[in-house]
């Protein structure tokens, strides 16, 4: 069954320090997500991104935050200068649409820990 | 998006069934109507959608009446890896699914 590939599986970083987690989507979709995880809270949205730019973001996708697509297979979230409140899982997700009854698949998270 | 409503947490017991209702008053004509598993420190995994009726695969069954205003997730015979949580996500805009508090279900031996 396709998937979509997070990696690393866990970062830590130092506060203040530029953070990179990537993912390949699955293959044939269209549209590509990045969501959050606090721990013990909701999932959150934060951006959606197709045909190399951003098509909706959250409150909490603000200028420290950004994504990429560099190439054919993956799609970066970048987190400039790291604060304490970024620790959480962030999720990559990816769809073939964008309308109910396209499937959001995601992926299995990447952790990251500011300290 | 349609406000969902599901119950907090579930108990079940190996070998049971165990339906989890979601109710959504607000459902528009075209959301379908989806259902994700997460165990902790996973990411959200998809188990079933449908739009309206049944819909059965090799995992669960989802019953929505005619008036889509509730789902039923149903999974059969449960085991205790099925303990997790669960999220009924209806409809979506943009790619924004919105997130509830979803239903703990606790499986016990």
């Known amino acids: 069954e396709p998937e979509v590939t997070q990696t690393p599986s866990h970062q830590v970083t130092q506060m203040g320090q530029e953070v990179i987690l990537r993912c390949v989507p699955i293959s044939n979709h269209l549209y590509f997500y990045w969501y959050r995880q606090i721990l013990g809270q909701k999932v959150e949205f934060l951006v959606s991104?197709?045909?190399?730019?951003?098509?909706?973001k959250s409150e909490i996708f603000d200028d420290q935050f950004s994504v990429e697509r560099p190439d054919g297979s993956n799609f970066t979230l970048k987190i400039r200068s790291t604060k304490l409140e970024d620790s959480a899982m962030y999720f990559c997700a990816s769809s073939p649409g964008q309308i109910s009854g396209n499937t959001i698949y995601f992926g299995e998270g990447s952790w990251l820990t500011v300290v | 998006l349609a406000k969902t409503t599901q119950p907090i947490s579930m108990d079940s017991y190996e070998g049971q069934e165990v339906n989890i209702t979601c109710s959504h008053n607000n459902i528009a004509t075209n959301d379908y109507i989806t259902w994700y598993q997460q165990f902790p420190s996973q990411g959200p995994r998809f188990i079933i959608q449908g739009y309206k009726t049944k819909v059965t695969n090799e995992v669960a069954s989802l019953f929505i009446p005619a008036d889509r205003k509730s789902s039923t997730l149903s999974l059969p015979r449960v085991s205790l890896s099925d303990t997790a949580v669960y999220y009924c996500?209806?409809?979506?805009?943009?790619?924004?699914?919105?997130f509830g508090q979803g239903t703990e279900l606790s499986v016990k031996p």
């Open positions: 996500l209806v409809g979506y805009q943009g790619g924004k699914l919105i």
């Open positions: 991104f197709y045909n190399n730019e951003i098509s909706e």
